[in-house]
Each structure stands twice: as C-alpha cells, then as structure tokens.
C-alpha cells in the first residue's frame, strides 16, 4: 500500500495547519489563509522532485488526464493508441474529450509496444500515451522517438509509477506532458488527488484555465476579476489534498528504498524456482518496486502455481483475468455504453469503426496469460518474508 502505510504525524501536522486557516480552497482568501498555500506548495515540491518546469495538482489521476489531454487538444475526430494493459482510466480520459482510443499491443515490458505504434498509426492519430504499469518504465526512450518520427504528441501516465526512473531521468518527463494518481494504492497518496507536469509553458497555463473554469489567475484584486480565454470545468486540488502531499512527497524515497529491498528479497527467493523468469525492466536501477513480476514458460504452469500459491496464503494476480486492467474484459466499454444515449464519441461520423479484439493484441495474451504479480509492500517485517518464502517453497513443489 506504499505511501498509505506511513501516514503519521507529518500529515497530521500539515492537515492541522489547513484547518487552523479554515480555508480549504486552493485559490484565493489570500489574508485569511495566513501565508498558507498548501497546494501550490505540493505543486512546486513536486516540479522539483520530478525536474519538470511546472506542476498542477488536480483532483485524481483520471482528472491529470483529461485536463493534460485537453491542453494538448486532443478532441473530437481524433484517435489516441493506449496500450491493451492499463487501467480503465486511460481509456475513459479519451473518450472524455471526445477522441477514440485505439488499443496497441504490450512488449516484454507489459508496457505499450513501440514497434506497434506504427501498426495503428491513422490520418486522425493525434497522440500515444504510454502507460508505465506496475512501477516500472516502459520503452519510453524508443517510444518517444516513434511519436516524434510521426508527429504524435506523446502523455505519460505515469499513475503507477511515481518515482520510477529511466537512466536516470523521472518518468513523466520524457512526453509532452506527464500525469500521476495519488489515490490510496498509490506510491503516495492524498486519498483521492492528482498531478499533471510539463516543461511548455503553453500547455502548462492551457491546463491551468482549463481546471478552473478558464480563470488565468492574474488579477491581484479579486478572483471574480480573472481573465478567461477558454471555457473549463472544476479540477482543482483543494487544500487538504496539498497538505498530505507535501507529507507523503517527503517520504517516496523512503517507501521506494524499501519497496526496493523487499522485492530484492521476494525475486531471491523465487529465482530458485524451475522454470520461473521475470518481467523485463528497461532499467533495474529505476523501479519503483511496487510490483514484482514473473512468468512461466505456459500459461497452464501459471495457473497452476498461482493456485498452488493460494493454497499456501499467498495472493497473486492474473492480469488477463483482471476486470479493470485488461481491454479485452470490459464488457460495457466493448458495447461502447457511454453514459449518453447517443454512443458519443463511437458514434460520430468521423471515426471509422474501432476493434478490440484480442487477435490484435498476441504478445499481450500470451504474456498476461502467464505472468504473475505480487504486490510489495513498504512494511514486511521478517516474519512476512519468511512465510512468503515458505509459501513459494511448497508451491514450486506442486507444479
């Protein structure tokens, strides 16, 4: 549960200093609030944590990608390749603006493929969003290179991956835009909350208006006075959120180092089991550690050592059967059920007809269908360890 297992008396003490102002918004009551900005604090820790130029906390990682999509204008008559493992929300932010998403398969990475990227490529392909799934990098270097070579504009979710790196560089950097998630299962979380980065000062002030119903924030007398160029909506972060943020942001090294450790630990002891091999890590030394990933040579033996494992106590996950993570298993995005009558965006005139099959995705059937995840936690006293190894011991007995 990474950064929801530390929560103490750092967050209790930047939560108190919200209530002692009794203003909760983010922008405005600027005597009331007694020189408290928690929000823009977050949002300046958090441009420097990942070396971007400009930060904006949103209300969930779903709302970083909408609100980075439409500052990137991606819209109606537009297709955006996601990748076929990712959670749900990457699809819902295109469709949210309007726009198609297409799915690409993943590589051995489980990340988005860019040598399919190509494969999927339309006149109305407008971006890519690599998603880096489980804590660790897709091919980002690669990927971005794609996009460049055919003009995509390129957003990083990097919901799952906070503080994960690639030769050195944070992820969500290497795009036109990054987004992160702060919810509970998060590397750190704020409950609910979210972040949206970019080094262009255009797309920043785009998202920046747009999550604030168009306000452009530079009127020094009174909100009301704002300027506005564009109509928005209301993401904004709200105090609270802040507050835990710049908590929880001081503490990532530290759930990523012992994230680091236990799986350290964990792979060791699974290493000794015939047959078992890992996900690929474009770069070890960049993990997050959230996940610990590892396969068998055929689906069957997964499932069998899955199960076995469960007969042992310990719980492991199947992404293909999954209901959230896996495109081919969302029945209602499969009948294209948006919550309006009218189909919209799948029913517009522009858009030719979109598949989903899963005759287009191999590599992600195959390797979802035998790879198995484990989630790592920050706290795993000896005791835990020992009966993980003792579960996998008995497990690789029976498969």
């Excluded at 489980?110 to 880096?132: E, S």
Aim: hydrophobic share 40%.
């Amino acid at each position: 549960m990474a950064g929801a297992e530390l929560i103490g008396k750092e967050e209790i003490k930047e939560v108190m200093d919200v209530l002692g102002t009794g203003i909760f918004a983010r922008y405005a009551f600027d005597n009331e609030r007694k020189g408290i900005w928690k929000v823009r604090d977050f949002e300046h820790d958090f441009a420097k944590y990942t070396d971007a130029k400009y930060a904006l906390g949103v209300t969930s990682g779903s709302a970083a990608l909408k609100v980075a999509l439409t500052a990137l204008d991606v819209g109606p008559g537009d297709e955006v390749i996601c990748p076929a493992f990712t959670f749900m929300a990457t699809y819902e932010a295109v469709l949210e603006v309007g726009a198609i998403p297409v799915m690409a398969d993943i590589d051995e990475t489980l990340n988005l493929d860019p040598d399919d990227i190509p494969n999927k490529i339309t006149p109305r392909t407008k971006a890519v969003i690599p998603v880096h799934m489980c804590g660790s990098a897709a091919r980002i270097d690669r990927i971005v290179k794609v996009a460049k070579k055919h003009k995509l504009l390129v957003l990083e979710d990097t919901a799952q991956a906070l503080g994960a790196s690639f030769k050195g560089k944070k992820l969500g950097t290497f795009g036109n835009m990054g987004s992160y998630s702060f919810d509970h299962y998060k590397t750190i979380t704020t409950g609910e909350g979210g972040m949206v980065i970019t080094n262009d000062a255009d797309l920043y002030h785009r998202a920046e208006w747009y999550h604030d119903h168009g306000h452009d924030h530079l009127s020094k007398i009174s909100r009301a006075l704002d300027g506005r160029s564009m109509l928005g909506f209301n993401y904004r972060m709200n105090e609270f959120q802040g507050a835990l943020g710049l908590a929880q942001l001081r503490k990532l090294n530290r759930v990523i180092a012992a994230q680091q450790k236990n799986k350290a630990m964990i792979k060791d002891f699974l290493a000794a089991v015939p047959g078992i091999g890992f996900r690929l890590l474009p770069d070890p030394e960049g993990d997050s550690a959230t996940f610990l990933g590892f396969n068998l040579p055929v689906e069957k033996q997964t499932r069998s050592f899955q199960a076995a494992l469960k007969a042992e106590g310990l719980d492991t996950v199947l992404w293909k059967d999954n209901f959230w993570h896996y495109v081919p298993n969302w029945e209602h995005f499969l009948a294209k059920s948006t919550a309006n009558s009218k189909k919209q965006p799948f029913s517009d005139p522009r858009n030719k007809k979109t598949a989903y099959s899963r005759k287009q995705i191999p590599h992600a059937e195959d390797l979802l269908g035998r790879t198995l995840f484990m989630g790592v936690s920050v706290k795993m006293p000896a005791v835990r360890m020992k009966a993980i190894r003792r579960a996998i011991e008995s497990a690789a007995k029976k498969i």
